[in-house]
């Protein structure tokens, strides 16, 4: 168990419509990441957040979005959902955003099924 | 540059065979190379890592063998178990600019250890 936690572990939704995916980093970790991972994409970042504030961005959609709240959980939300938009999604975190602490520990992810 | 190539894509080994997985990248600002292990359904465990400045390190029963000059790294599992099968991710650190806390991994290695 990473003590990074997801939910929910299954979504299933139909074309069109929005959805918001949770993420609580270990106890400690400032900094969280978001991971698309499809079949034929590979692992991709998505963002990354650092005690409240966005950091960077990877291969993001517009229509999707995240933030990082005072108590450092997140959420990403993503909306006009497409049937490529099915893929697990992955949070992860780590301790610090700087130089000090490079590891990241993955949660469970959330499977999204669009039909 | 940004990408991280990984190969072979499967691999099959008895058991107490060493399967060595490989990967390469372009980009010198890389500043950390983790190894994940996946199994169906769970998120990316981190396995053991490795910064530049060092050419080996074990960890256990895995090694990571590091060449700089060559910009290639490997995973190397001892005396194989069955309990080992997985999917196994190289990764690399962005180590610059906006994108610095982000990993870039590879594609991805599906292991299977026969008994």
């Given at each position: 168990d990473s003590g990074v936690t997801q939910?929910?572990?299954?979504?299933?939704?139909?074309?069109?419509?929005?959805?918001?995916?949770?993420?609580?980093?270990r106890s400690?970790?400032?900094?969280?990441?978001?991971?698309?991972?499809?079949?034929?994409?590979?692992?991709?970042?998505?963002?990354?957040?650092y005690n409240g504030e966005e950091r960077a961005k990877g291969n993001i959609l517009e229509r999707f979005s995240a933030q990082q709240f005072p108590d450092l959980h997140s959420e990403l939300n993503l909306s006009s959902?497409?049937?490529?938009?099915s893929a697990l999604y992955f949070c992860a975190s780590s301790a610090d955003a700087s130089t000090i602490s490079y590891e990241q520990y993955f949660g469970p992810g959330t499977r999204l099924t669009v039909t | 540059q940004q990408q991280v190539k990984q190969s072979p894509q499967s691999l099959i080994v008895q058991k107490g065979g060493i399967p060595i997985i490989n990967c390469a990248y372009?980009?010198?600002?890389f500043d950390y190379f983790p190894w994940y292990q996946q199994f169906p359904g769970k998120g990316?465990?981190?396995?053991?890592?490795?910064?530049?400045?060092?050419?080996?390190?074990?960890?256990?029963?895995?090694?990571?063998s590091f060449n700089k000059s060559a910009k290639q790294f490997s995973l190397h599992i001892m005396d194989s178990q069955p309990g080992d099968s997985a999917t196994y991710f190289c990764a690399a650190r962005g180590g610059y600019g906006g994108s610095q806390g982000n990993l870039i991994f590879g594609k991805g290695t599906k292991l299977s250890v026969k008994p």
């Open positions: 939910t929910p572990k299954h979504l299933i939704t139909a074309t069109g419509q929005r959805v918001t995916l949770r993420c609580s980093p400690g970790d400032l900094s969280v990441y978001w991971y698309q991972q499809s079949l034929d994409q590979g692992l991709q970042f998505l963002i990354q957040y959902l497409e049937l490529g938009d | 372009e980009n010198t600002a990316p465990a981190l396995l053991i890592a490795i910064r530049p400045d060092v050419s080996e390190k074990k960890e256990g029963r895995f090694t990571i």
